[in-house]
């Protein structure tokens, strides 16, 4: 592979927690937030969180079409993902306010819940030029204990629920919230690492070698 020809690795997100996350694969990545409208008419949590995925990364695909076109030596690797938190068919996404997210947390409130992420992956390829696409979602299931009074108002007080689906955030305070979980810990708080470096290297072809951090500009 030429020096030059390497993807720029690009987060279609200004969420904090994915921005931890996917640094620690210890590759550079650029931050270009999507601001589309999310919106998918699919009643099944998977396909809604894949449906919203796909909206952010072909939101941000298409403001880089400039770029791409213009230079021989872009290749642009777009990660969007999605989080959805779902239980008995009813999607929970980020609270409107207090009332809403107090609303939520209740519902959850002694019952197992499930948590999907979905990821999106996009890219011009390296020797054909191509644009190739992949998506996959990994599901956590996540039970709550009952949340008395005492937790729930200082957990509201906080804030903390504001920007999260389901109103709570495992790597903070919500945690008080948990009894049980099965599965990645990583998608509950928004990104799936271990299953995304497992398809990242598996996109670009690389899923036998140890050098996949090699492909990318640093």
């Known amino acids: 592979m030429a020096l030059e020809n390497k993807y720029s690795l690009i987060l279609a997100s200004q969420s904090p927690r994915r921005k931890e996350l996917l640094g620690w694969i210890d590759v550079p990545f650029e931050i270009i937030p999507s601001q589309v409208d999310e919106h998918s008419d699919s009643i099944d949590p998977v396909q809604f969180a894949l449906d919203i995925a796909a909206l952010k990364g072909n939101d941000i695909w298409s403001q880089l079409t400039e770029r791409i076109s213009h230079s021989q030596n872009f290749f642009p690797l777009i990660v969007a993902s999605d989080t959805v938190v779902e239980l008995d068919g009813v999607k929970y996404g980020k609270p ?41 979602a990994v599901k956590t299931q996540v039970t709550f ?23 709570y955030g495992i790597q903070g305070k919500g945690l008080t919230f948990v009894s049980d979980l099965k599965g990645s810990y990583s998608n509950v708080v928004g990104f799936p690492l271990v299953e995304f470096l497992d398809e990242l290297k598996k996109f670009i072809g ?13």
Do not use: C
């Not at 948590?115 to 998506?135: N, P, Q, Y």
């Not at 204990?145 to 109103?167: F, Q, V």
């Open 96 to 136: 409107v306010d207090r009332a809403d997210a107090k609303r939520m947390l209740l519902e959850l409130s002694g019952r197992t819940h499930q948590v999907v992420t979905s990821v999106f992956l996009k890219r011009k390829d390296i020797k054909g030029g191509e644009e190739l696409v992949h998506s996959f």
């Open 206 to 218: 690389l899923e036998e070698t140890n050098d996949w951090r090699n492909s990318f500009v640093h």
């Open 145 to 167: 204990n009952t949340i008395g009074e005492d937790i729930l108002e200082p957990y509201l007080d906080s804030r903390e629920s504001m920007d999260k689906a389901g109103s």
